[in-house]
């Protein structure tokens, strides 16, 4: 069995890349099943440094973060001094793959000739030397030019939908699929004001719910009446796990919309996006791809720090929904494949995102309120505008139905009113 776990990782590694989710929840079941995924075990024993320093362009870069994770999540964190050199101290021995990040940058880790990913070796009270880690400019994904033709945009649908708060909501809706990456796309929903008039056009909401669009239209139909545009997707089953796939689906949502193939009722101009619990690992994402398109926005419920989540995960203080609860070892183990919790770890790069508003309960047992506190936290130190609104009761965000509670409608009014400022 630990053969078996060591090959599965091996042959990730020798891919240089990481293996399918697949494949890495089987060696989290061979693991689980051999015992050795004890986080206390993974704290005991000698620790060691590692030092390096990073670049941009050839040049040292000042304020980016480098980060090594142990194998359950537990994250070592630092930034780069104005000579762009950084120190790790207390990693426990063993090896591991440092990833670095920086506010305008892409995430990287270290690669060899082969395109591998390069590992260090921390030894008990030594300094490991960490390789060149060069970052690069972050560059969104291009699109085709005639968009809504390249994924074959079509309407699928239009209807009145009304819910029961704000009394007398209601809202047109328009249902829309599209083929994008190999995968048809059918969660793409337009709500508009139940008045809209031929030639009217409204401020723009873009939603991305963590699951399926059409479950949570009460919340969109809500924001809907109130005089927006809510443009409105989720994640679809083909994706899988995989957070990247999601956000570029999401990405051609939000362009389609942008450029108008959706609606004139759409107003030019920038978005206020919102997302919660699994969709607030791909907003983030989003908004470094749409940049100045992006006012600013809301996080329900989020995560921002994927290696702290991994470790509550491992430690067993997660409640995780049935559907989820692979979903952190389908990332794989974090100390050799950290890019894909990287990716979904915002409070390293939070610097690249607009005003931001946080929600959380401290209630939720799936995200705890934690990752809250550390994004404010990172948020205020890059000089990010930051609301938040911490409470404790329910563990649902934004449940707009027969169980709404008063918590529930101070939420509702808190979004509008710093929607209404950024608007």
Request: aromatic share 10%; glycine share 8%.
């Given at each position: 069995m630990a053969v078996a776990a060591g090959l599965i990782l091996g042959l990730g590694l020798m891919a240089g890349c990481a293996?399918?989710?697949?494949?890495?929840?089987?060696?989290?079941?061979?693991?689980?099943?051999?015992?050795?995924?004890?986080?206390?075990?993974?704290?005991?024993?000698?620790?060691?440094?590692?030092?390096?320093?990073?670049?941009?362009?050839?040049r040292p870069l000042a304020g980016a973060t480098v980060v090594v994770a142990e194998r359950l999540g537990r994250p070592h964190a630092a930034q780069t001094d104005a000579a762009g050199?950084?120190?790790?101290?207390?990693?426990?021995?063993?090896?591991?793959?440092?990833?670095?990040?920086?506010?305008?940058?892409?995430?990287?880790?270290?690669?060899?000739?082969?395109?591998?990913?390069?590992?260090?070796?921390?030894?008990?009270?030594?300094?490991?030397?960490?390789?060149?880690?060069?970052?690069?400019?972050?560059?969104?994904?291009?699109?085709?030019e005639d968009l809504a033709g390249a994924v074959a945009l079509t309407h699928t649908g239009t209807w009145t939908a009304t819910t029961n708060f704000p009394p007398g909501a209601a809202a047109q809706v328009m249902a829309f699929s599209f083929q994008w990456?190999?995968?048809?796309?059918?969660?793409?929903?337009?709500?508009?004001?139940?008045?809209?008039?031929?030639?009217?056009?409204?401020?723009?909401?873009?939603?991305?719910?963590?699951?399926?669009?059409?479950?949570?239209?009460?919340?969109?139909?809500?924001?809907?009446?109130?005089?927006?545009?809510?443009?409105?997707?989720?994640?679809?089953g083909e994706r899988g796990m995989d957070i990247d796939a999601h956000t570029r689906d999401a990405r051609v949502a939000f362009e389609l919309a942008r450029q108008g193939a959706l609606s004139r009722h759409i107003l030019s101009g920038q978005a206020i996006f919102l997302g919660g619990s699994f969709s607030s690992a791909i907003v983030p994402r989003l908004?470094?791809?749409?940049?100045?398109?992006?006012?600013?926005?809301?996080?329900v419920g989020g995560i921002s720090n994927a290696f702290s989540l991994a470790a509550d995960f491992y430690a067993g203080r997660l409640e995780m929904p049935p559907q989820y609860e692979l979903a952190v070892p389908a990332l794989g183990p974090p100390n050799v494949y950290p890019l894909p919790f990287l990716r979904?770890?915002?409070?390293?790069?939070?610097?690249?995102?607009?005003?931001?508003?946080?929600?959380?309960?401290?209630?939720?047992?799936?995200?705890?309120?934690?990752?809250?506190?550390?994004?404010?936290?990172?948020?205020?130190?890059?000089?990010?505008?930051?609301?938040?609104?911490?409470?404790?009761?329910?563990?649902?965000?934004?449940?707009?139905?027969?169980?709404?509670?008063?918590?529930?409608?101070?939420?509702?009014?808190?979004?509008?009113?710093?929607?209404e400022v950024y608007r």
């Open positions: 293996p399918s989710p697949e494949l890495n929840v089987l060696g989290y079941l061979v693991a689980r099943r051999l015992g050795t995924l004890d986080p206390a075990a993974q704290h005991r024993g000698p620790v060691g440094s590692l030092e390096g320093i990073v670049t941009s362009g050839g050199r950084f120190r790790l101290d207390g990693i426990p021995v063993g090896q591991y793959v440092p990833a670095a990040v920086a506010p305008g940058h892409q995430e990287m880790v270290p690669r060899d000739w082969l395109g591998l990913a390069r590992l260090v070796t921390i030894r008990g009270g030594q300094v490991t030397q960490a390789p060149p880690l060069a970052l690069q400019p972050y560059l969104p994904p291009p699109l085709p990456a190999g995968a048809q796309v059918d969660s793409l929903r337009l709500y508009l004001p139940p008045s809209a008039q031929e030639g009217e056009s409204f401020p723009w909401l873009f939603m991305v719910y963590p699951t399926h669009v059409d479950n949570w239209q009460p919340v969109s139909v809500a924001f809907a009446s109130q005089g927006y545009a809510m443009v409105a997707i989720s994640p679809v908004l470094r791809d749409v940049g100045e398109h992006a006012a600013a926005w809301v996080s979904a770890s915002p409070v390293y790069w939070a610097g690249d995102l607009p005003p931001t508003m946080l929600v959380h309960t401290d209630a939720d047992r799936i995200a705890p309120i934690t990752q809250a506190y550390e994004f404010e936290a990172a948020l205020r130190a890059a000089g990010v505008p930051v609301q938040v609104y911490y409470y404790q009761d329910v563990s649902h965000y934004l449940q707009i139905g027969e169980d709404l509670t008063d918590v529930g409608v101070e939420m509702y009014y808190r979004i509008l009113e710093f929607i």
